[in-house]
T-cell receptor, first 114, second 113 residues
Framework: EAGVVQSPRYKIIEKKQPVAFWCNPI?????LYWYLQNLGQGPELLIR????????DSQLPKDRFSAERLKGVDSTLKIQPAELGDSAVYLC????????????FGQGTRLTVV | AQSVTQLGSHVSVSEGALVLLRCNYS??????LFWYVQYPNQGLQLLLK??????LVKGINGFEAEFKKSETSFHLTKPSAHMSDAAEYFC???????????FGTGTRLLVSP
């Protein structure tokens, strides 16, 4: 069974440019998470989806970040415009459903803003 | 609200020595507790979890952790370190219902020959 797939693995962009990250969760997993991991820190939740509905986006900086999960499967996280402080690893994870007790993580996308 | 404190950003052990990584949590309700491992340039892999029942939890790769409610702790141990255990370890807490994980800042385990 394929795990959570994220692309790209690495991205370097200039500040003020837009960037998008893509996540394909494990087949059949209804719950999808985007986490932000700054260097030397633990991951922090940005947004949680149940199917196509964003049920927790309280930590998503909505002035520049947006996310979508069309058809309740793949998801895209976008930053526009990117700032130097956005340099970090963006992790996607999925669970079969809320209440299940394990989240499966992708390898992440490492973003560098120069 | 839940929070996690991991004592020691770096822990160094010799191969074959006991591994002890400390985790204390704060939660207003009985939480679910997790340990994840992250190898360089990789995502997080679940080592073990405590939800309910037996407080001593065994995980993969010979690791185990004990939930101690009175001490609000969930320390991770392994009797004998292996070179392949060198990685970053994250303790995490979740409210019952598992809506999200709240992670600690991580502990980097270094294993020397």
């Amino acid at each position: 069974e394929a795990g959570v797939v994220q692309s790209p693995r690495y991205k370097i962009i200039e500040k003020k440019q837009p960037v998008a990250f893509w996540c394909n969760p494990i087949s059949g997993h209804n719950t999808l998470y985007w986490y932000l991991q700054n260097l030397g820190q633990g991951p922090e939740l940005l947004i949680r989806y149940e199917n196509e509905e964003a049920v927790d986006d309280s930590q998503l900086p909505k002035d520049r970040f947006s996310a979508e999960r069309l058809k309740g499967v793949d998801s895209t996280l976008k930053i526009q415009p990117a700032e130097l402080g956005d340099s970090a690893v963006y992790l996607c994870a999925s669970s079969p459903s809320t209440g299940d007790t394990e989240a499966f993580f992708g390898q992440g996308t490492r973003l560098t803003v120069v | 609200a839940q929070s996690v404190t991991q004592l020691g950003s770096h822990v160094s052990v010799s191969e074959g020595a006991l591994v002890l990584l400390r985790c204390n949590y704060s939660s207003s309700v009985p939480p679910y507790l997790f340990w994840y491992v992250q190898y360089p340039n990789q995502g997080l892999q679940l080592l073990l979890k405590y939800t309910t029942g037996a407080t001593l939890v065994k995980g993969i790769n010979g690791f185990e952790a004990e939930f101690k409610k009175s001490e609000t702790s969930f320390h991770l141990t392994k009797p004998s370190a292996h070179m392949s255990d060198a990685a970053e370890y994250f303790c995490a807490v979740s409210p019952p219902g598992f809506q999200k994980l709240v992670f600690g800042t991580g502990t980097r385990l270094l294993v020397s020959p």
